[in-house]
């Protein structure tokens, strides 16, 4: 087995906020309780347009890392789902075993 591990900067929150939420609406529907990012991602959801990718990107770092956190450990099936597909997509076969997310800690 191997283990990778990747650090993410320059992370368009706005866009990966707008691709999960459609897994987060499909989640919602299945268990209404949620976290507090999943709350708030489907109070913005409800918005017009642009407005819910300006919103997050609005909003101050430790909180937009905080939700990227939250989001991909809670629905880490959906990312690794999306990561095998990618990668049978170009006739590689993988499987993922595990992802998880964290805050990196400055020095």
């Not at 939250?70 to 992802?99: C, G, H, P, R």
Request: charged content about 25%.
């Amino acid at each position: 087995m191997l283990e990778f591990k990747v650090s993410v900067d320059e992370l368009d929150y706005g866009a990966v906020a707008a691709m999960l939420l459609p897994m987060i609406k499909e989640k919602a529907a299945e268990n209404p309780s949620g976290n507090r990012a999943v709350k708030l991602l489907l109070k913005m959801a409800g918005a017009a347009g642009a407005l819910p990718i300006k919103a997050i990107n609005a909003l101050p770092q430790d909180v937009k890392d905080e939700m990227v956190v939250m989001l991909v450990n809670n629905y880490k099936d959906k990312f690794i789902e999306v990561i095998q597909n990618k990668a049978a997509a170009k006739n590689i076969s993988v499987t993922v075993n595990d992802l998880a997310a964290r805050t990196a800690k400055p020095f």
